[in-house]
């Protein structure tokens, strides 16, 4: 084995969760592999074939793991399938038949056994039965296991992940995100993915360091190297030497102690400098995380993104098992508000296990998504409605829908709440009659006509995520593109007006749940623009109410109005800056 030590390298990626993480490398790769082919010596075939009963050997113990793992988490009737990946390594036809090939053509094993691997699968994938063409899906995922194994490298489960690592991976789902344990993930590096992809913004929930959008880094890596992940710079030093490492120590630091002066001011109101109390509450994914919202002491939850209940069941929850989860997060935090968005799946959120409700696209951030599928599946969608009713009997519940870009979705949408409300009146279910219905404005077309959806609104919420992804044209999810999505564009911010005023010309409170209201250089614009409401990532709550009570509304107004008058984004985002400088300054 070599000894020369592996040289330092950095890449330069997107920050997306703020931390500094150092640890070795779980690599995690769904895509197609690229099995090498070569010819083996006579006198190393012996080796070649003991080289491949060894790779089945470990995939055993590697499966036998997971199974383990997984009958922990979720049970053994889900951990069942793994029996069946287990017989596929036992299955002498397969064995045989590759050892065969092998001797025949003298070609590396990994090519002998993925030919005889791939005969099998689509063979088994012709067959005219359920039972047996499922039998292709294991020997495909069982041969991917033993291919990696055969080239060093791990195969793709994020639920493998358990020592503490950094995983670095192409692209990583939001289910798959929500999926990660998180006192093994150490920190998360992507390929793909920009600030505001759902996988990220998971990360960011569960204050996991990441960095995205790192290119090919994927490529360069073997597991076990060692890393040191910035997610506040959004920089990956790949085998850190050890005056790298002294320098993160100082960094990380003096992170640490300006977060713990964060939560030492977090016990107190976000009131600004000249009297005003500004509301800030929490986005969430999940229930178990209203213990994040206590701790980080928000008002209430101003946006629950109820999908991740979709995207992590087998099959779509029923109403019972959706009122469980809501009224769990609505009892938990009453008497303070819930927001409960209804189902928005597509775009970066295929849903698992029902492939027919929404399928691949060609444009799926411009295709069927959230309210589009919703109204289409009227069934579907007024089983989240009565769940969410019957949970507004146990605290405070708004309701959201998501992608509105018409009255017209808004009046089906409210026309299937109202069957809702009576189907529950006829079973004799409680609900809160007073139950406030808002719409999120997050396209274009929505802000435009704005005036038209209030009068039929209780409240606006802004999902600045996607409302610049339209307005801009950028795709949240490309990192190639991600310099482009600037939240300070002058197209943003006036469309950010237009829907602040014209809310307000009408009675209704405004807020903003996308990400840009929890990042500290942007919640003041947002203020001064006139945002009843901040909703973020529980986790960055303690940093905006620290700029809130360093700030006066009167300057934030006045920083609005000077970044309204500017044409190029740059300057507007240097007042932002500037303003953020002048008034964070933590010992
Ligand atoms: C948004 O688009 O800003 C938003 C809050 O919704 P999501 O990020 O879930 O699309
Ligand atoms: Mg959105």
């Given at each position: 084995m070599s000894t020369t030590p592996k040289s330092e390298f950095t890449v330069q990626g997107i920050?997306?969760?703020?931390g500094i993480a150092y640890g070795q490398v779980f690599l995690y790769l769904q895509s197609e592999l690229e099995v090498p082919r070569y010819i083996v010596e006579p006198d190393k075939r012996v080796a070649e074939i003991a080289r491949f009963e060894q790779a089945l050997i470990v995939t055993r113990q590697q499966i036998a793991r997971i199974q383990e793992q997984v009958t922990k988490n979720l049970g053994e009737a889900e951990a069942l399938i793994f029996d069946a990946h287990q017989m596929v390594l036992e299955d002498q036809a397969l064995i045989g038949e590759t050892i065969r090939d092998f001797e025949k053509s003298g070609l590396n094993i990994e090519t002998c056994f993925n030919a005889v691997a791939q005969r099998y699968i689509q063979a088994f994938a012709e067959i005219d039965d359920e039972y047996l063409r499922e039998r292709a899906a294991d020997i495909k995922d069982v041969a991917k296991r033993v291919l990696h194994v055969l080239m060093g490298q791990t195969a793709g489960?994020?639920?493998?992940?358990?020592?503490?690592r950094i995983i670095v991976a192409n692209d990583i789902s939001p289910s798959e995100a929500a999926g990660i344990d998180r006192s093994a993930a150490l920190g998360i590096v992507t390929d793909a993915g920009s600030r505001t992809s759902h996988a990220v913004i998971v990360a960011r929930s569960m204050k996991i360091p990441a960095v995205v959008g790192?290119?090919?880094?994927t490529t360069k890596l073997k597991d076990g190297d060692w890393l040191m992940v910035d997610g506040y710079d959004g920089v990956v030093i790949v085998n850190p030497t050890e005056q790298t490492l002294f320098r993160y120590g100082k960094i990380q630091k003096i992170k640490q102690s300006f977060e713990s002066q964060l939560m030492t001011a977090n016990?107190?109101?976000?009131?600004?400098?000249?009297g005003v109390a500004v509301t800030l509450r929490a986005n969430i994914e999940?229930?178990?995380?209203v213990a994040l919202v206590k701790h980080y002491r928000?008002?209430?939850?101003?946006?629950?993104?109820?999908e991740f209940l979709f995207l992590s069941?087998?099959?779509?929850?029923t109403e019972e098992q959706q009122y469980a989860a809501y009224r769990e997060i609505v009892a938990g935090l009453a008497p303070a508000p819930v927001t409960i968005r209804t189902l928005d799946v597509g775009g970066d959120k295929p849903l698992p296990g029902?492939?027919?409700?929404?399928?691949?696209?060609?444009n799926p951030f411009l295709g069927f998504r959230a309210i589009r599928m919703c109204l289409e599946n009227p069934e579907l969608f007024k089983n989240q409605l009565r769940a969410i009713l019957r949970a507004s009997a146990h605290g405070t519940v708004e309701l959201m829908y998501p992608?509105?870009?018409?009255p017209e979705e808004l009046d089906r949408a409210n026309l299937l709440l109202t069957e809702a409300r009576a189907e529950l009146k006829e079973r004799g279910q409680a609900y809160d009659e007073k139950m406030r219905v808002g719409t999120m404005i997050e396209i274009p077309s929505a802000a435009i006509a704005g005036d038209v959806l209030a009068e039929k609104s209780d409240f606006f919420s802004i999902g600045t995520n996607d409302l610049i992804q339209y307005l801009l044209a950028i795709?949240?999810?490309?990192?190639?593109?991600?310099?482009?999505?600037?939240?300070?564009h002058p197209a943003v911010l006036r469309t950010l007006k237009l829907i602040v005023d014209t809310g307000h010309a009408r009675g209704l409170k405004v807020s903003v749940c996308g990400e840009m209201a929890g990042d500290a250089l942007y919640a003041p614009l947002l203020l001064g623009l006139g945002v009843d409401e901040l909703s973020m990532t529980p986790t960055l709550v303690p940093s905006v109410r620290y700029l809130v009570r360093v700030m006066k509304m009167s300057d934030a107004r006045a920083l609005a109005v000077e970044a309204l008058k500017q044409t190029d984004a740059k300057k507007t985002h240097a007042l932002a800056e500037a303003f953020y400088n002048e008034r964070m300054k933590i010992a």
């Open positions: 920050a997306a969760s703020k489960s994020l639920t493998e992940l358990v020592d503490k790192v290119e090919d880094l016990e107190l109101p976000a009131e600004t400098l000249d999940k229930p178990d995380e928000a008002s209430g939850v101003g946006l629950y993104r109820t069941a087998a099959k779509v929850p029902d492939p027919e409700l929404i399928g691949p696209e060609a992608m509105i870009s018409g795709d949240r999810g490309n990192s190639r593109i991600a310099h482009l999505y600037d939240p300070t």
